[in-house]
C-alpha cells in the first residue's frame, strides 16, 4: 500500500491539518519540510546498487505507516464521509488498510462502496470479499453470524505454517516462548467460545509438536498467564537498573549472563542467526579476506607460539608491517622481537596468519582483542606483553565452562 500512497496530496492534507490544529507558521513550515525530506529521500539499497523509489512513501519506513495514516484518515473524513455515514451502513473497520464494512444488504449496493473507494485516489486499489455461509475473514479472527450476533474463531490464511523457532534451534529460550505467549495471550483477549478456544488450543499443540515441544508447556502456560493478575504484567523499573544487550551462541551464554543475577543490569538477548543475515549476500570471499580490518593471530612457524593484534587497517597492511620489523631487526613488533630473539623463522602472511574476526575499530573490537589475548595467555603460548594481563572473570567463566565450542569463536558474538 505505501508505494501507491500519492505522495504529492500528504503535503496539501498536512497543510490544513496544521491549520485545523491552529499551529504557527513556523512549526508549520517545519512538519512540512520534514515530510517532504523524508517523502523525496526515498533511497533504498539493492544488491549493491542505490535506487530512489520514484512515487508513493518508502516501504518499511517508521515515518510511512503515519503519513499513510494521515492520508486515509483524511479520505474517510471527507470524500468517503458522505457513504460511510449512511445508516445503511451499521459499521465501518479499519486496520492499516483493511477494512471491515457491515451494511444492510437491501439498503445499499456494496457495489457502489466498492467503486466510490476505488475512485478516492488513482493508485490505491481496493478489494471486495463478500461473506460465505454466514462467515468472513478479517485480520486474525472468522466472524461467524449468527441469530443472536457474532461469534468468532481463530483465523490462519491457508498459506499459514506451523513454523515457530524450533526447540533445538540456537536461541534463547525467551525467544522461542515468544510466539506461544502470543497464542496463549490470543486466547485470552479474543472472545471466543468454548468449542473454538478448544480448537485454537489443539491447533497450538499441533504446531509446537511440529517443532518438537512438549505440548505440556501449553497447559503450564495458560495457567500462569490465567494466574497473573494485569498488575504484576508491567513491574516499575527500578531507577537504577540497566539493560545490557548480549548476543545469544548457545547455552553458554547463560553462563556470562548469569552473573549479572544479583546485579541492577537486566539482561537482553540477540541472536545473528536470523534469516536476514543468513539470506543477505555475503560480499566476502577468500581472495579479498587480507584487505579487511579485524582481530588477527600469527602463528610462529618454528614454536606453537601465538600473538594476537588488532588493526582499523586492513590485515595486508598490518602484516607488512611485521614483516618489516623482523627484516630490519626492529623490535617494535613483539611478534619480530620473539623470532629475532629466539632465532625463530618468518613465514608467509597465508601461512602464519589467522584472522580471528572482521572488526572495526573501536571498544567493541578493543574487548574481543583483549579475550583472545587472555585466552593465548592462560594455554601459556601468548607473545603479546604478558603482564598486560589481568584476571578476568567474565573471560574465566567463558573459557572455564566452553564445551562444544570451537576456540575463539565464543565473544565473537558477544
Ligand atoms: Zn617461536
Known amino acids: 500500500m505505501y508505494s501507491n500512497i500519492p505522495t504529492d496530496e500528504i503535503e496539501h492534507i498536512l497543510r490544513l491539518l496544521c491549520k485545523q490544529q491552529d499551529l504557527d507558521s513556523t512549526l508549520t ?11 523525496t529521500q526515498n533511497y ?6 542505490t535506487y530512489l523509489q520514484p512515487k508513493g ?3 518499511g519506513a517508521p515515518s510511512s505507516s503515519i503519513l499513510s495514516e494521515v492520508y486515509l484518515q ?3 473524513n471527507t470524500k468517503a464521509l458522505s ?3 449512511k445508516p445503511s451502513i451499521d459499521g465501518y473497520f479499519r486496520y492499516v488498510d483493511d477494512i471491515l464494512l457491515i451494511y444492510n444488504k437491501y439498503l445499499i449496493d ?7 473507494f476505488n475512485s478516492l485516489s488513482p493508485t490505491l486499489k481496493f478489494s471486495l470479499e463478500l461473506e460465505a455461509d454466514n462467515r468472513l475473514n478479517y485480520l486474525d479472527l472468522t466472524l461467524i453470524k449468527n441469530a443472536t450476533g457474532f461469534s468468532y474463531e481463530i483465523y490462519r490464511k491457508p498459506t499459514a505454517t506451523d ?16 510466539a506461544v505467549r502470543y497464542f496463549v495471550n490470543r486466547i485470552n483477549t479474543y472472545d471466543l467460545s468454548t468449542s473454538s478456544k478448544q480448537a485454537e488450543i489443539d491447533t497450538i499443540k499441533h504446531i509446537l509438536r511440529n517443532n518438537s515441544y512438549e505440548v505440556s508447556l501449553l497447559e503450564k502456560m495458560i495457567r500462569k498467564e490465567v494466574m497473573r493478575k494485569p498488575s504484576q504484567q508491567q513491574m516499575p523499573e527500578h531507577p537504577k537498573q540497566k539493560w545490557a544487550r548480549f548476543t545469544y551462541v548457545g547455552s553458554e551464554t547463560r553462563i556470562v549472563t548469569k552473573l549479572f543475577h544479583h546485579t541492577q543490569v537486566k539482561v537482553a538477548y540477540t541472536t545473528n542467526n536470523n534469516l536476514e543475515k543468513l539470506l543477505r549476500n555475503n560480499t566476502t570471499n577468500e581472495a579479498n579476506k587480507y584487505t579487511r580490518s579485524g582481530i588477527y593471530q600469527l602463528n610462529c612457524p618454528t614454536c606453537s607460539k601465538k600473538y594476537i593484534g588488532q588493526t582499523g587497517r586492513s590485515f595486508q597492511v598490518r602484516f607488512r608491517e611485521h614483516k618489516h620489523d623482523y627484516k630490519y631487526m626492529c623490535y617494535k613488533s613483539k611478534f619480530a622481537q620473539h623470532l629475532l630473539e629466539e632465532g625463530h623463522s618468518f613465514d608467509t602472511m597465508e601461512n602464519i596468519t589467522e584472522i580471528i574476526q572482521y572488526a572495526r575499530k573501536g571498544r567493541m573490537m578493543d574487548a574481543h582483542e583483549k579475550f583472545h589475548i587472555y585466552d593465548i595467555t592462560r594455554k601459556g603460548v601468548q607473545i603479546n606483553d604478558r603482564l598486560m594481563i589481568l584476571r578476568n572473570p567474565i573471560f574465566d567463566a567463558v573459557l572455564r565452562n566452553r564445551q562444544h565450542t570451537e576456540d575463539r569463536c565464543y565473544l565473537r558474538h558477544l
Not at 456494496?110 to 466510490?116: C, D, H, K, P, Y
Not at 513454523?163 to 515468544?178: F, L, N, V
Open 163 to 178: 513454523t515457530i523457532i524450533p526447540r533445538d534451534s540456537c536461541h534463547p529460550y525467551e525467544h522461542k516462548m515468544a
Open 83 to 85: 457513504i460511510l455515514t
Open 29 to 39: 513550515g517545519e512538519i512540512l519540510a520534514i515530510t517532504k525530506t523524508v517523502i
Open 44 to 49: 533504498y539499497g539493492f544488491n549493491g546498487r
Open 57 to 59: 512513501l518508502a516501504m
Open 74 to 76: 483524511h479520505m474517510e
Open 110 to 116: 456494496i457495489n457502489e462502496v466498492l467503486a466510490l
